[in-house]
């Protein structure tokens, strides 16, 4: 937790892709999981200067690769 990461892709149907692109994440983008909530509840993420909650089945669907966000 707390380290930055950045957004590949999205593993998921067409419906939650744009979901989170309406949220404003987008490919390239960087993120970090702020908190995580205790038995398997959602987590809360760090993108664009703003925090979001996202159930896990969700976050689970963000792929991600670590150490390529050095600006943050």
């Not at 970090?32 to 200067?49: D, K, Q, T």
């Amino acid at each position: 937790m707390g380290q930055w990461l950045r957004v590949i892709r999205f593993d998921a149907e067409q419906d939650l892709a744009n979901q989170l692109l309406q949220l404003g994440l987008l490919p390239g983008d960087c993120l970090r999981i702020i908190r995580a909530a205790p038995l398997g509840g959602p987590l809360l993420v760090e993108f664009s200067g703003r925090s979001v909650a996202l159930g896990r089945e969700v976050a689970g669907k963000i792929i991600v690769e670590e150490g390529k966000c050095a600006s943050h």
